[in-house]
């Protein structure tokens, strides 16, 4: 089975606090993605990654930068946290060019709730 | 550009019957469709996706959806609700390679 784990569940940071998500796969997919749900607004990406190194901007990439080192893990960073980054955050995988794999079925980590004081 | 508009933001049930959720989509390519469910504190797990081969899809659980071009929907549905439904749906389009659009989500309550 595919597993995308992330590095936790529950997080409480201050305003200005660098914080950091943390997101591993186990399946050797090229794409990982992380989006924020908040309710009524269901998923919106904030960035993604083709490949080590390679990242792309979402939907909503203000307030947030990634890192993609290795091809398991992929790092969201909160440069400086505010308090409107209170959300659910979620990373998901895929495998990779959709001429390939063209049916682009994402695999979601459990999320990491982050609270922001 | 694509997007995904979910009709029903909250749908109540009773036990054992019948579960529509409504869903959509624009898209200006033949898109790929997609319904994922979202348990309490759960990630998110595929329910079935259309990709251009048969329009009414099968999915786990009991679920299906059928793919109308003509009224650009996906609907999802299943004939017989159980408790174990309950849970939060989306339903994700997807044309330009590997990013999917979500919709804002249908919260599913089950009534005993």
């Known amino acids: 089975d595919v597993k995308v784990t992330q590095s936790s569940r529950y997080l409480v940071k201050r305003t200005g606090e660098k914080v950091f998500l943390e997101c591993v796969q186990d399946?050797?997919?090229?794409?990982m993605f992380w989006y924020r749900q908040d309710p009524g607004l269901g998923l919106r990406l904030i960035y993604f990654?083709?490949?080590?190194?390679?990242?792309e901007k979402g939907d909503i990439p203000e307030g947030y930068s990634v890192s993609r080192e290795k091809k398991e893990r992929f790092s969201l960073i909160l440069e400086s946290a505010s308090t409107n980054q209170t959300s659910m955050y979620l990373c998901?995988?895929?495998?990779?060019?959709?001429?390939?794999?063209?049916?682009?079925?994402?695999?979601f980590g459990p999320g990491t709730r982050l609270t922001v004081l | 550009a694509q997007s995904v508009t979910q009709l029903d933001s909250h749908v109540s049930v009773s036990e054992g019957t019948p579960v529509l959720l409504r869903c959509n989509y624009s898209s200006s390519y033949s898109p790929s469709l997609f319904w994922y469910v979202q348990h309490p504190n759960k990630g998110l797990q595929l329910l079935l996706k259309y990709t251009s081969a048969a329009t009414l899809v099968k999915g786990i659980n009991g679920f299906e959806a059928e793919f109308k071009k003509s009224e650009t929907s996906f609907h999802l549905t299943k004939p017989s609700a159980h408790m174990s439904d309950a849970a939060e749906y989306f339903c994700?389009?997807?044309?330009?390679?590997?990013?999917?659009?979500f919709g804002g989500g249908t919260r599913v309550l089950v009534k005993p």
């Open positions: 990654s083709y490949d080590v190194k390679m990242k």
């Open positions: 998901a995988s895929s495998y990779g060019l959709a001429g390939i794999h063209p049916y682009n079925e994402q695999f």
């Open positions: 994700v389009v997807s044309d330009q390679g590997n990013k999917l659009t």
């Open positions: 399946m050797d997919h090229e794409n």
